[in-house]
């Protein structure tokens, strides 16, 4: 864990900080910028601020503000990244790293805020130092009079009352490194911040997306979800059972066989989520997924980003996986029309090539047999697909943001699978809902 900070709460020191930011790497980019024009070789505004000096003071001091900056992190670099710069990527790469906790002083005047002066009378103890750090709150282990251990998540302050001001100051700042291209429209993907980030901030929300996961999948024995204590929970604090589990990306010494199974489950969670509960889970970070080895139950952590999604999307889904099951290249063209991409002014051959990223992404779905992800180039074909798509900046346009979400948790289970080094049946678990079942 790192060394605690203290965190800017108030509209205005957030807004000094990014100043602060803005203004000693601009005096770096001056001062590099000089020598570079005197000695002939020019001035270029990304290359004087992608010196690695200056990446680091953007991504500790973006870091240091948390919420909207590691946000925007997320949302910009969660369409596989293709569109963007190399050196956008690392900057967002760095941002979506562990926070600093708060200090204890801070700590403490959050905690007399959601639950009064009397708030150590909650527990028989309450850990002070965190055991996990994020981009909207850490997390303290707490026990009850009876034994029972909670997990308690307790927001930073200033997240939720400076959202708006963060993420157009944030963006400012890429805008003027020109680090994002001036032909994608992010606007839509700007507002989608900060509603993202607003709802992520209000804990009562993701208790109630917790109760509902845990009432979905209440008979399904694979999977266990954290009980809820609503008897301490505010819009900033949220407490939980507390469920020891070990980290997904930690089950290397398993058998073969019961990696397999782990993320057979979970693609097969993601089918549930689309097509029958029409609610997902949208953020495949892998601290989110743990497992028992004892109980051979895969505990689900973090419902912030849940998003409810229409029977319309989710039909327009299915059939855009039934067309790539059969590899059925009109079929896949009228689903993703139906999801809401291609603009009238785009280029064929633009369509065309979009169209060939998503028969490469359903490629597990149309194998007849186990799809052997750790082996596949499933992953290089694609970025190479995304490459040839940036070259044609005329053509850019921000896919629809539900669907940037789906994608993202998708890519994400991919990734699991590949890290489990895991083979998989995808189409026999895709079967029942071609048959039409959940429609």
């Given at each position: 864990m790192a060394a605690s900070r203290s965190i800017p709460t108030s509209r205005l020191s957030r807004f000094a900080k990014l100043g602060s930011l803005a203004g000693g790497v601009a005096t770096n980019m001056l001062i590099d910028g000089t020598k570079s024009a005197l000695t002939g070789n020019g001035w270029n505004n990304k290359a004087l601020l992608l010196q690695p000096k200056n990446i680091e003071k953007l991504a500790v001091q973006l870091a240091h503000l948390r919420g909207a900056a590691m946000k925007l992190g997320q949302l910009l670099s969660m369409d596989a990244g293709e569109l963007l710069s190399p050196e956008l990527t690392q900057l967002l790469a760095l941002l979506r790293a562990d926070a600093n906790p708060m200090p204890h002083n801070q700590l403490v005047k959050v905690l007399k805020s959601e639950w009064g002066e009397d708030w150590l009378n909650r527990f028989s103890h309450i850990e002070l130092r965190p055991f996990a750090a994020a981009s909207i709150g850490q997390v303290h282990l707490a026990y009850q009079e009876n034994g029972e251990k909670l997990a308690v998540k307790i927001q930073y302050p200033g997240i939720a009352q400076?959202?708006?001001s963060d993420v157009d100051n944030v963006i400012a700042l890429l805008n003027i490194?020109?680090?994002i291209p001036k032909e994608l429209d992010i606007q839509p993907l700007i507002n989608e911040a900060k509603a993202q980030l607003l709802a992520e901030a209000d804990y009562e929300r993701e208790a109630h997306y917790l109760n509902r996961y845990g009432e979905l999948l209440s008979q399904h024995v694979n999977f266990k979800v954290p009980k809820v204590y609503g008897v301490h929970n505010t819009k900033r604090i949220f407490a939980m059972e507390y469920v020891q589990a070990t980290p997904i990306e930690a089950l290397s010494n398993l058998p073969q066989g019961e990696q397999n199974n782990i993320a057979a489950r979970l693609i097969d969670l993601f089918f549930k989520e689309m097509f029958e509960f029409k609610l997902i889970q949208t953020d495949p970070n892998f601290a989110n997924f743990h497992y028992q080895t004892q109980s051979k139950q895969i505990v689900l952590f973090d419902?912030?980003?849940?998003?409810?999604?229409?029977?319309?999307?989710?039909k327009a889904y299915l059939?855009?996986?039934?067309?790539?099951t059969e590899n059925n290249r009109a079929g896949v063209l009228s689903?993703?029309?139906e999801i809401g991409y291609f603009k009238d002014t785009l280029l064929d051959s633009y369509k065309s090539h979009v169209i060939d990223?998503?028969?490469?992404?359903?490629?597990?779905?149309?194998?007849?047999g186990e799809f052997d992800f750790k082996n596949s180039p499933l992953a290089t074909n694609i970025k190479n697909a995304g490459l040839e798509l940036s070259a044609q900046s005329q053509q850019w346009h921000t896919p629809p943001v539900d669907a940037l979400f789906?994608?993202?948790k998708l890519a994400g289970l991919y990734l699991i699978a590949a890290k489990l080094n895991a083979k998989i049946d995808i189409n026999a678990l895709f079967k029942p809902y071609i048959k039409g079942h959940f429609i």
């Amino acid at each position: 864990m790192a060394a605690s900070r203290s965190i800017p709460t108030s509209r205005l020191s957030r807004f000094a900080k990014l100043g602060s930011l803005a203004g000693g790497v601009a005096t770096n980019m001056l001062i590099d910028g000089t020598k570079s024009a005197l000695t002939g070789n020019g001035w270029n505004n990304k290359a004087l601020l992608l010196q690695p000096k200056n990446i680091e003071k953007l991504a500790v001091q973006l870091a240091h503000l948390r919420g909207a900056a590691m946000k925007l992190g997320q949302l910009l670099s969660m369409d596989a990244g293709e569109l963007l710069s190399p050196e956008l990527t690392q900057l967002l790469a760095l941002l979506r790293a562990d926070a600093n906790p708060m200090p204890h002083n801070q700590l403490v005047k959050v905690l007399k805020s959601e639950w009064g002066e009397d708030w150590l009378n909650r527990f028989s103890h309450i850990e002070l130092r965190p055991f996990a750090a994020a981009s909207i709150g850490q997390v303290h282990l707490a026990y009850q009079e009876n034994g029972e251990k909670l997990a308690v998540k307790i927001q930073y302050p200033g997240i939720a009352q400076s959202v708006h001001s963060d993420v157009d100051n944030v963006i400012a700042l890429l805008n003027i490194a020109r680090l994002i291209p001036k032909e994608l429209d992010i606007q839509p993907l700007i507002n989608e911040a900060k509603a993202q980030l607003l709802a992520e901030a209000d804990y009562e929300r993701e208790a109630h997306y917790l109760n509902r996961y845990g009432e979905l999948l209440s008979q399904h024995v694979n999977f266990k979800v954290p009980k809820v204590y609503g008897v301490h929970n505010t819009k900033r604090i949220f407490a939980m059972e507390y469920v020891q589990a070990t980290p997904i990306e930690a089950l290397s010494n398993l058998p073969q066989g019961e990696q397999n199974n782990i993320a057979a489950r979970l693609i097969d969670l993601f089918f549930k989520e689309m097509f029958e509960f029409k609610l997902i889970q949208t953020d495949p970070n892998f601290a989110n997924f743990h497992y028992q080895t004892q109980s051979k139950q895969i505990v689900l952590f973090d419902f912030g980003a849940t998003r409810e999604i229409s029977s319309k999307l989710s039909k327009a889904y299915l059939s855009l996986f039934i067309a790539g099951t059969e590899n059925n290249r009109a079929g896949v063209l009228s689903a993703a029309r139906e999801i809401g991409y291609f603009k009238d002014t785009l280029l064929d051959s633009y369509k065309s090539h979009v169209i060939d990223l998503f028969l490469m992404a359903c490629e597990p779905l149309r194998t007849t047999g186990e799809f052997d992800f750790k082996n596949s180039p499933l992953a290089t074909n694609i970025k190479n697909a995304g490459l040839e798509l940036s070259a044609q900046s005329q053509q850019w346009h921000t896919p629809p943001v539900d669907a940037l979400f789906i994608h993202r948790k998708l890519a994400g289970l991919y990734l699991i699978a590949a890290k489990l080094n895991a083979k998989i049946d995808i189409n026999a678990l895709f079967k029942p809902y071609i048959k039409g079942h959940f429609i």
